[in-house]
């Protein structure tokens, strides 16, 4: 009996890891075929749909009112899983924010993501370059172009039992740089959970709290990581 349990719960992972490849490429080749930047965003808001509601998750904004709907921001997020960056597309969906990702190399070449995430508004940032001159150029173009950049400063998933993990200097770079209200916004539910128990149980409806904390100015002397723990309460 276990072993039939555990042979339907691998066929549930494979399927619908089959459908997230197929759905993420799909939407990478709509999105290689359009330059506009309002189509962008309106692709890679229909995709994160589609894609939650398969998963039978939907996205809670515990705050609505301090959703800004317009104006260009320095967005900052806590990171926990591959599908934060759709949470936040969708809890902006009444925003007509447009917002840029930070993406790391690895996303760029990944045989699951890369097709997606080249095409779907990101900035590409490669770690192990010794010239930064390259990636601050292409923010500067999505700022004069009205974008917003969105970014996890934590720069990898927290896998941790804290909150959150130590910040990186470079986002307190980029809003200094371009001279951006940096915006934080707390995932507050641990979404990687929340998409394995979709997985296991794609019947149950399962949600996702969301949070917006107050604008943090750019010229802020306190450590961003303090900012942003003080902006949500948050003690490691």
Known sequence: MF???EIKLDHKIITTALYAAYLTNWYGLLLSRTKDKDEIMRLRLEYAKILFARLNISVKVLNKEKIPTE?????????????????????????SIAGYWVAKKELYNSLFFGLFIRNAGTVLL???????????????????????????????????????????EGPRIIAIKNRLPMLPVYIKTNASEVLKEAIKKRSQKLEIEFEIGDLIDYKSKLPLHESYKNAFNLRN
Not at 132 to 137: E, Y
Not at 157 to 163: E, F, M, Q
């Open 3 to 5: 072993y039939k349990a």
């Open 126 to 168: 490669d770690r192990e370059s010794d010239n930064m001159a390259g990636f601050f150029s292409r923010v500067k173009k999505v700022v004069n172009d009205e974008g917003s950049i969105y970014i996890f400063p934590e720069g990898t998933r927290n896998k941790g039992s804290a909150p959150i993990s130590e910040f990186k």
């Open 71 to 95: 104006g260009q921001y320095l967005l900052i997020s806590n990171h926990r899983s591959i599908i934060d960056p759709v949470v936040i597309d969708l809890a902006f969906e009444e925003s």
